[in-house]
Each structure stands twice: as C-alpha cells, then as structure tokens.
C-alpha cells in the first residue's frame, strides 16, 4: 500500500538577504511528498490547489511518482499562499501573508484505493482537516502528525482531539513549550505524551532533533552546514525523510525510528542548501546515504 | 604535574524563579577547579579574593585538592562580586552587577611550582590576565581558554593576540558569530580557527556541545534535564570537567578530546541541577562515569 500524505499545497514568496523567490512551489504536504519519494512508492497525495497551480509543478510531483488522484483542483479556484522573509541569521522569520484560498473551504475526500495506507502523514494544516483525513482511513498502523503554533493557539482543543490518535507528533522546541504550557523541554514533551502520541520528535533547526517516548530520549544531530540559503519546508521535509523511511522498511522498531529520524534530518539537510524544493530535485539515494552516514558520524564517540 | 587554573572567584547573588541565593560562591576559576578536582589531582589555582571571602569557601576548595599557593588574598580588599537573574525559562539571564573589586588590580603570580604544568587552563577573565598568566607557564602543552561577549566587545585584540597561544577555545554559539563577525555557526568556527586554535568548542546550554577542527565535526547532546534550578557556571563547569579529564588521561588524540567534551557535558548537567556549586560538593566518581554513559546512550543509533 502506498503512503498517504496530506497537507497544503502552496505558491511561495520568499525573502531571504541572498535571494527572492515568488511563485516558487511549496507548503507542506509538497516537501513532504517529495523529500518521502526518495525511499518509498507510490505516494497518496490528498490536498487542494487553485486553477493557478503551475502544471511545471504538478508534472514534477508526478516525476516523483506521487499520486494525484486525491488532489483536488478548484475551478476557478485561487491555490494557497504564503509570504515570509528570513533575517540575517536565517533563524527568524517574519511571515507576510497567508491566504488559505482554497483550503478555507476545502473538504479532503480520500480516494478509495488509499484508504487503506498504513502509514499516514498529517502534514500542517487545520487540525479539523487532519481529523476529516485520519476519519476515513480503515486502521492505519503509524499516523504521523505535523503541527505549528498557529493552530496551537487557535485550535487547541481540535488538536488535542486528534492527538488522541496520533502514533508519532513531529513538532518544534518552542511549540513543544507552548503546547505543554512548560518551559523545561523535557517536562513539556512528557506531558504531552499524556495527550496520546507514544513518541514526540522536536525539531530543534541547527541544533538537531529530540526523540522523546514513555522510556527512551534520542538525540540526533543537525549536519553542520556552511550554506543555508533558504530554510522554507525544512520541517515538513524532515517529516517525509522521516515517513518515507519508515514506510519503506515497515519496521515500528525504536532503533528503526531513530534511523528515521536520521533520514528525516538528511532531508531536510538537503532542502535548505537551495530554493523552494529545488535541493529535493536533483538528489539520488546514493547521496541521501551518504550524507546519513556522515550524520551517524558526528555524534559517534568512540569508547576506550 | 598539576593542571593550572586561573580565573575568577567571587559572590554571587542569583535570582531565578525558584529561588535566590546571596553571597554564594561563584566565579569561573572556582566552578572549573572543582569540576576539574573529580579527575585529576593537584589543582594549581591563581587568582584573587579580598578579606570577605568566607573560610568556608576557602575550606571547600581545600577539600577538592585545590593547591592555594597561587590564590591571593588582599587585605581590606573586596571579594569580585555578580548578581545576575534569570527569566522563567531558564535560557535569558540579566546581569543586574559586575563588581571586579580586588580584580581591579590583579596581577597574577604564577608560583614556581606551578610553572611547569603542562595543561592550563584560562578561565573566563581580562585576556589581559589570561595573557599574564600564559608568559609565566614554561612550554605548556596543552592551552585551554574561556571567554565571554563582554571581552570579545572591549578587547578583542587583546583576545586576538591570546589565541595566537590557546590550542583549544571554548565559548558559547553567540560568542562565536560575535567574534568571527559571521552569522553561520560552522563558517563561524572555522574563521576562529585561523586565530590560532586548534580546536573550538562551542556550547550551546540544552542544545548540547560542538567541536570543530580543521578536519573534524563533532556534536555532542545535552543531558535532557527536567529539573534545572541554576544555569550559573555551567560552561566553567564544562571546561573543568573538559580538562580535568584530559589531564587525567594525558592524552590529546581526538577521540579522547571528544570524551572530554562527553565528560565536560557530565559536569556541566550535575552544576545546573543545584545552586552555586552545590551540585558539584556531593558527587563522585561513579555517578559521573554513569552519567557520562547515559550521554553516551542518547545518541547512540544502533546502525542495521
């Protein structure tokens, strides 16, 4: 069975100081489709786009062998936006503008032939579409979820619903915190465990990710890059590493998972050294490998 | 030979949320040499107090093998005094006072037996001071050096000149895009590198450790505390348990200098559990060796 994805589909301005972009691909269920195709195949795809939606982009999701069967195209139909520019240091980012477009009405129908995914990624959208997605799947094995502050504070007790039936919450630090309402990361990744997921991964940028279950903490590194040019999708990319991974072994295992959030980091190593999805383009496994072994290096210390 | 120290030793007063604390002991060279007493004997310190300082510090040092031929103790002087408070998370510190008192004139006297370690270690002071110091030492082998924003702002060439001279600098994330003028981390580092150190370690507090070398990266966790009641003298804690254990091993391959970066975040995570040193007092040995285990667990990914 193929993996299923949902999330936003997007038309992207981005300022950082090197470059601007307008019109470039993006949100999140895009990184995460493409960043999960280098492991895995097919992937579902469930979103939505407007008549705007550059064909270039719909043929390089189709390159990657990512089944649109469950996107839908809105007549008429303006796809979702967003605007952000990046500070000097590349880790604040002030966000310009959002139109939800076609997502503010939007009513995800699961195609039938997906509906039996075991693996499913609920890439960061409204919780209550998360919810609308997960409802029509027949007994998924590991439901992954993305969220954002966004929704923590608009949405909470929606989110806290769906949480109840979430495997595995991918989230950042400060989300984490904010979720938890508990300024020790630790604490709050613990207490959220009483909300439903068995594992939390936070993802903490240039300080790497926290993997935090009932009875283990795994710390993985961030690659130690010299080029950042543009940390749009760097999330969402680590979560279809992460999924793509996993789906592709089958394997729930806690050493299994570790690797995957290893991937997950090589992934989003990738998307931040260019544009939009543009360092996911031109990528093979070979390099992904690579690069997961330069990672499984730099926290390797040596016993006497 | 014994390991050398110099920095400073002061009175504290620390607000954080929990708690406040008056008059406790603090300083860089105080929080190093005690870290550093867990490994390795004896501890040669210099540096200066004024008649204030308490016996009962004096005491304490004394009972973790700390030779104080080399401390000063000025008659009618004042003992350096800080005072700083910490915001709810923990990760913001205000300094409310800087009182440099009897450091104000500090001219530091390396005794002769002290001359010939072969390990030093420059805790945070004036690099003017650490400078004074480093000239007494007769072919030292290995040079480690603190330092902090404040020097890096009002004597940067003073610094400079100093790192002709250190082979291993420790300092914060901040710090090193502040003193290499360069917003990426890792570019950063290696700009450093080219002011003379051989190795940079950077802390980062609750994301963990870096070592960077000209021909190697290495990223060492944070312990995931959930109870942290005092960050203060957690990177001088750090760089004591670095050195302690190096001069312990004598040994400067790399990998050894990785361990002690393990050991140093050991020290570092006992410090911040209690106030002032408290958490340093009552350890020993085979806490620290399980402690440095469990660092060494969480990172581990067990490889297919």
């Not at 961030?222 to 394997?251: M, N, R, V, W």
Request: proline residues 4%.
């Amino acid at each position: 069975m193929g993996l299923l994805v949902v999330g936003s589909l997007g038309l992207d301005d981005v300022t950082t100081p090197f470059y601007k972009t307008e019109n470039a691909l993006g949100g999140a269920a895009t990184y995460i489709s493409i960043a999960a195709s280098y492991f895995t195949s097919p992937i579902y795809l469930v979103g939505v786009v407007g008549e705007d939606f550059p064909k270039e982009y719909i043929d390089l999701l189709e390159k990657k062998n990512i089944d649109l069967e469950g996107l839908q195209i809105i007549e008429g139909g303006k796809t979702f936006r967003w605007a952000g520019k990046y500070h000097y240091d590349l880790n604040v980012r002030d966000t310009l503008l959002t139109e939800l477009n076609v997502f503010e009405n939007f009513d995800p129908v699961v195609p039938e032939k997906y509906k039996k995914s075991s693996y499913v990624c609920l890439g960061n959208i409204d919780p209550v579409l998360q919810m609308k997605v997960l409802v029509q799947m027949i007994d998924p094995k590991c439901v992954v979820c993305d969220t954002m502050n966004y929704w923590i504070e608009r949405q909470k007790n929606e989110l806290l619903e769906l949480l109840k039936k979430v495997d595995i919450l991918i989230i950042n630090d400060s989300e984490t915190r904010l979720l938890a309402n508990e300024p020790n990361l630790i604490k709050a990744a613990k207490h959220i465990l009483d909300f439903g997921p068995e594992i939390i991964i936070i993802k903490k940028g240039e300080h790497g990710a926290l993997l935090i279950s009932r009875d283990t903490i795994f710390s993985a590194p961030a690659y130690p890059l010299e080029s950042i040019y543009d940390p749009t999708g760097a999330g969402d990319t680590f979560a279809g590493g992460f999924i793509g991974y996993l789906h592709k072994t089958q394997d729930l295992n806690i050493d299994n998972i570790k690797r995957a959030v290893i991937y997950g980091s090589t992934m989003a190593s990738f998307c931040v050294e260019q544009f939009s999805t543009k360092g996911l383009e031109e990528i093979d496994y070979l390099r992904v490998n690579d690069r997961y072994r330069e990672f499984l290096n730099l926290s390797k210390c040596n016993e006497l």
